[in-house]
């Protein structure tokens, strides 16, 4: 049944549309960020929305039955990545502050979204080694342009958490690019 829906063409074009959308929408999230981003950190510093245009343009293609396996390998590590990174900010900030703004738990549902869509569809991403190799060296340099360049996204009361938020962002990196890995090695195997 879900395969089903995974599927169908016209769940696909209301998923694509969606994260266009959200995409969209995300990269206006940042721009007061950006507007204070050296341009050389510009590519780096939306990181849910380049995760989710990257799953965008995976849809766009597999809708017309086409496979874009370097794009796929970013769009599952990033989406995951980011879409757990997202959820576990906003608990942190809900925890620490003692309530969350309507916007906060939001992301929370939209991120958490972003993570598992990348999961469901790794049964039809056409991954091999050095498509997910490619994904992980941009993926643990993201973290590095993050957290040694601080262009990482600010939330006001986890800044004396950094370096913890560094260290934890480091291991799901390694943990997304893991599942990455694991989930597509039956494709790679078959191929």
Not at 61 to 66: G, L, N
Not at 104 to 118: E, R
Not at 154 to 170: P, Q, R
């Amino acid at each position: 049944m879900i395969k089903y829906i995974l599927l169908d063409r016209r769940f696909l074009i209301l998923l694509f549309v969606i994260n266009l959308l959200g995409t969209i929408y995300g990269y206006m999230w940042y721009e007061s960020q950006l507007s204070e981003t050296l341009p050389i950190f510009f590519i780096f510093v939306p990181d849910s929305p380049t995760a989710s245009l990257f799953f965008t343009i995976f849809l766009l293609f597999f809708i017309f039955r086409k496979n874009v396996p370097y794009i796929e390998a970013l769009a599952m590590i990033t989406l995951f990545k980011y879409g757990v990174w997202a959820v576990i900010m906003n608990l942190l900030t809900l925890i620490i502050d003692g309530s969350l703004s309507w916007q906060g738990y939001m992301l929370m549902a939209s991120h958490g979204a972003m993570a598992i869509q990348g999961l469901l569809y790794a049964p039809y991403y056409k991954l091999k080694l050095r498509h997910i190799v490619v994904a992980a060296i941009w993926t643990l340099h993201n973290d590095v342009i993050d957290y040694v360049f601080e262009q990482m996204p600010v939330y006001a009361s986890l800044t004396n958490y950094i370096n913890e938020i560094g260290y934890f962002t480091f291991w799901l990196s390694i943990l997304s690019i893991a599942l990455a890995y694991f989930l597509t090695s039956a494709s790679r195997q078959k191929g």
